[in-house]
């Protein structure tokens, strides 16, 4: 590997050699979640602020001589820093996105220094709802105030303040990941050169909301949970968060992808006449909520439901799509695909849409996959190749003006 | 370039704002980029063609042109470029008039099926042409609305559209002093530059 060009740089090489030879040569090895104090007061939408927090996140990749080759990824509603890699050689699962980030990967580790953060709110090591809130020494809870998309787009400057990045080549994010990138479009627009907006959507529908909803009541009607404060009542309202997962899960997956999978499989050959389960799609939901309200946060889980909800770039701009995509002056790429009917194609066509209005430098394309939402996390050769052809477009800037070395 | 392309490349002006609609691989749209400034877009269906386009840096919108324009505001385009690809749409009388909504003025290029090559073909042997313009079976062709100089110049006087300009060429992109003298008969592809 060549010299590092900056203590930053220097800090993201977590990979060994030797360990580096246990992975698929694709793989970005080794990686290890780093994390950063700020100690200077964030004012949130809400009207509060967070005297101070942490935020925690993972490199990978080099940053070049002027930090002109730095990605930042944005994660959905359960995401978190851990995008890529693996944390020992046991991990039996990388990173939620290293089918799209590593070296000859779309999001390509040999050109570009990638950053990826767990939300501010979240619940796997950033300063959130199950953090102690230092004026009172007990975990925030139901205390912690409700953050919105552009809230974390303030948070995520602060963190490229502090890494040295003035401008990113491209910020990147699927669903309410891609919601922070349309922000970051709008509200900082001299901090980024691309744009990549993918399974997303300028604002919820009414039936995006009605379903967060239906997972809220699920969460705060559980015994368990306390009004938000399980914590002091060491407890988990499990059954609530288990239900939410349940629910969201259904409109991550397509009727088509659940047909597939799983049919009118029984687990058993031969129905019993009960309620207990017996179709194999039941068995599943069961197992993706069970595991989901072991490893996530029940007010983290609200809170991210309600930076769903609250997300609308347009109405600081009288409603207009338009005007609000205006401010912009990177260059976009928005990603659909066809079976997804949380976010359907016809919502990132809504974004598109402004931004030909606007005169802005766009590219879309609809990648034709069963697998409903989840679609833009799972590996297809259409959605590679378009998501590879975009990068080697960022790429190809950054190495422009240099390129005579 | 192809020279129908570098013809129509000729008729734009510099810093324009252009649609082209079917913009297959970008070429057409990379060049006016390069030597023009212009500011455009182009609407493809190919999966493919899609992502050569945005390798060199086209803009390129996913979209079915049988579904029209709608997302375009109106008069929001100097010219709206559409080459080879108006008969295989299902109503290209209604494309025509989306495309002078959008577009102050638009090229329209389009396989003339009154070449005498055609002719002769569906003369002597009775069967439907098969060229290098038109490869295609008459089961599996895109182009189900093959039309003629004549035809399409009728559909102008219709619908009271200008035509700016005529060229001809063919599919090995030259022109021949024949095909000025008769396009109808001589010219295999027809190039129209028309305006409201």
């Known amino acids: 590997m060549s010299d ?45 602020e967070l005297a101070s927090y942490t935020l925690v996140y993972e490199t990978y990749g080099k940053l070049n001589a002027d930090a002109s080759n730095a ?55 950033s300063t959130g709802p199950s953090s102690i809130n ?11 105030p409700v953050l919105t998309v552009k809230d974390w787009v303030n948070s995520q400057a602060r963190l490229a303040d502090a890494l040295g990045i003035q401008k990113w080549a491209a910020v990147i994010g699927g669903s309410l990941g891609g919601m922070q990138v349309l922000q970051w479009a709008i509200s900082q627009p001299e901090r980024l050169r691309h744009a990549v907006v993918i399974a997303s959507t300028p604002r919820l529908s009414a039936q995006n909301i009605a379903f967060n909803e239906v997972a809220r009541q699920a969460i705060m009607s559980d015994p368990h949970f306390y009004n938000g404060r399980y914590a002091e009542h060491h407890t988990l309202p499990r059954h609530g968060l288990r239900l939410a997962r349940m629910i969201g899960h259904i409109t991550y997956l397509s009727e088509h992808s659940m047909g597939q999978k799983f049919g009118r499989d029984l687990r058993i050959d031969k129905l019993n006449y009960g309620f207990d389960v017996e179709f194999q799609v039941e068995s599943y939901l069961r197992y993706q909520g069970e595991s989901f309200s072991e ?29 609000a995509v205006s401010q912009a002056t990177c260059d976009f790429m928005v990603i659909s695909f066809t079976t997804d009917w949380r976010f359907a194609p016809a919502r990132s066509q809504e974004i598109v849409n402004a931004l030909v209005a606007a005169g802005k430098a766009v590219s879309y394309a609809c990648i034709d996959s069963p697998h409903g939402h989840d679609a833009f996390l799972i590996p297809n050769p259409r959605y590679q190749a378009v998501f590879s052809a975009y990068m080697h477009k960022v790429h190809a800037q950054i190495t422009q003006p240099t390129q005579d070395h | 370039m192809r020279a129908d392309l570098t013809l129509i490349a000729d008729w734009i002006e510099p810093q324009a704002r252009v649609l082209d609609l079917g913009c297959g691989e970008g070429e057409l749209l990379a060049y006016l980029q390069q030597a023009r400034q212009i500011h455009g877009y182009g609407l493809e269906i190919d999966a493919e063609k899609i992502t050569t386009c945005i390798r060199r840096g086209v803009n390129v919108i996913e979209q079915d042109l049988d579904d029209g324009l709608n997302n375009f505001r109106d008069a929001s385009y100097d010219v ?37 090559r055609c002719r002769l073909h569906l003369a002597l042997k009775g069967r439907m042409p098969v060229s290098r313009s038109l490869p295609h079976q008459w089961y599996n062709t ?35 002093w024949t095909s000025h003298l008769w396009p109808n008969f001589f010219g295999e592809v027809a190039i129209y530059r028309i305006s409201r």
């Open chain 1, 134 to 144: 230092p004026e009172t020494g007990k975990t925030y809870g139901p205390d912690f």
């Open chain 1, 71 to 125: 990605v930042l990824i944005c994660h959905a509603l359960s995401g978190n820093h851990h995008a890529a890699g693996y944390y020992d050689a046991q991990e039996r699962k990388p990173g939620w996105w290293d089918a799209y980030i590593g070296p000859g990967k779309p999001i390509d580790t040999r050109h570009f220094f990638v950053v990826s953060l767990n939300n501010l709110g979240g619940c796997h090591g």
């Open chain 2, 142 to 176: 895109p182009n189900i609305h093959l039309t003629t100089f004549k035809d399409f110049e009728a559909l102008c006087t219709q619908k009271s559209l200008k035509i700016l300009a005529r060229a001809v060429g063919n599919s090995a992109h030259q022109t021949h």
């Open chain 1, 4 to 48: 590092q060009a900056t203590p930053v740089a220097a800090q993201a090489s977590t990979a060994t050699p030797e360990a580096t030879s246990l992975f698929a040569p694709d793989s970005v090895g080794l990686v290890s979640a780093r994390s950063m104090e700020f100690m200077t007061p964030l004012m949130l939408a809400c009207g509060r």
């Open chain 1, 295 to 323: 490893r996530f946060d029940a007010n983290t889980y609200l809170l991210m439901t309600k930076a769903l909800d609250y997300f609308d770039p347009a109405a600081d701009f009288n409603d207009d799509l338009v005007t």
């Open chain 2, 80 to 116: 709206v470029i559409m080459s080879q690809a108006l008969q295989a749409l299902l109503r290209p009388d209604q494309m025509l008039d989306e495309m002078l909504r959008v577009g102050r003025e638009c090229i329209v290029t389009f396989p003339n099926f009154a070449w005498w």
